[in-house]
């Protein structure tokens, strides 16, 4: 309850670096679309007018639980739990949300265009009304799987079946709605309903993972330029790995996330697996064990000057192995693990 420069047309003026008519322009053009979104809702019947305000209303939620950390904190506490919030989730968050919204009105017009000839001859109205029975259920299942609050940089394959789950299941009430609603549509409607619900959740989730992939292929182009540059360049390091498990994949996020500042050229994975051999990890070959390194061939081919131990499944004799390998062909080694140090031990219960 203190004065701060942290309310909305602050922040307006801020994002305008300064520039008043650009933040008043902004806050004109806020305005303006929510009087246009007040024009739509008179263009609608009663009943769809209500399905729109209501999938407003849950959008507008979304974006204001994201951004109740500066505005109407007093307030926003009883809407959310209370606790700091990153700034970048306010920003993400109302991204988020206008990207679904016009992802599902792009592939609507898409499917319009397609299926024109199956489709029946409705009014412009009509199509709106359908429009809505389709994207109030699948913002509110996304909203019920927690899409918004998740982090896509660094999500799971649980999290993208979430989002197929929460669409396949919006998709199906909005069918049974315009099952009951409107009787005559239903089957006409059928084959348009089941292309958009199986094309949303694909877009959907590639909207979601589109810049992790896109560093993802910075991360292996930089990657690749460096065991190039190697060739010439001593202090490149050339790295094999031993061991394709989770260690090494965490070791590899670090590298995307560091990829500028990399002088670590990642050229492939040992693993004693025999039915590893020939695949790949993360765009790493996996050549077998390292005794194949033996090979004078492939050893020329690869030219390690390191190797960095990625599993802890490496008992003493086998360690001594590679140590002693790695020594006679003057290759470095080091061990790279995921571990647990406790730095406050655990307080015994009081007795009473």
């Not at 709605?177 to 949303?200: D, E, N, Q, S, T």
């Not at 693993?271 to 790493?284: K, M, S, T, V, W």
Request: with cysteine; aromatic share 10%.
């Amino acid at each position: 309850m203190t004065a701060d420069r942290d309310h909305v047309h602050h922040r307006f003026l801020q994002w305008a670096q300064g520039n008043q008519r650009l933040a008043v322009g902004g806050l004109y053009a806020l305005a303006s679309g929510l009087v246009l979104l007040g024009f739509v809702t008179l263009l609608l019947r009663a009943g769809n007018a209500t399905a729109f305000l209501l999938g407003f209303l849950l959008v507008a939620a979304v974006v204001l639980r994201a951004m109740t950390n500066v505005e109407f904190w007093d307030a926003g506490r009883l809407l959310t739990k209370p606790g700091a919030r990153n700034g970048r989730r306010a920003i993400a968050v109302p991204l988020y949300v206008v990207a679904d919204l016009a992802t599902m009105w792009g592939l609507f017009r898409a499917l319009r265009w397609v299926l024109a000839d199956s489709l029946p001859s409705l009014p412009y109205i009509a199509w709106l009304n359908i429009l809505l029975a389709y994207a109030v259920p699948v913002i509110a299942g996304l909203v019920a799987v927690r899409a918004y609050d998740r982090i896509w940089g660094r999500s799971t394959r649980k999290d993208s079946f979430s989002i197929l789950v929460a669409v396949l299941v919006a998709s199906a009430i909005s069918h049974l709605g315009i099952v009951y609603f409107a009787p005559p549509l239903a089957k006409p409607l059928l084959r348009f309903h089941l292309f958009y619900a199986l094309l949303l959740p694909a877009l959907l989730i590639f909207l979601r993972l589109a810049k992790t992939a896109f560093l993802q292929c910075v991360a292996v182009a930089e990657n690749n330029r460096l065991k190039r540059a190697s060739a010439t360049d001593a202090t490149i390091e050339r790295v094999l790995f031993y061991g394709a498990g989770v260690n090494l994949r965490a070791y590899i996020t670090l590298y995307e996330v560091n990829v500028t500042r990399n002088r670590v050229a990642m050229i492939g994975v040992l693993d004693d697996n025999p039915g590893l051999r020939g695949r790949i990890f993360r765009d790493l070959p996996i050549f077998g064990p390292l005794e194949d390194l033996a090979d004078e061939r492939l050893f020329r081919h690869l030219r390690p000057t390191r190797i960095i131990l990625t599993t802890p499944a490496i008992g003493p004799e086998r360690l001594a192995d590679i140590e002693r390998f790695c020594q006679e062909r003057h290759i470095a080694v080091s061990r790279c693990a995921i571990s647990e140090e406790e730095l406050l031990p655990h307080a015994p219960a009081a007795t009473r």
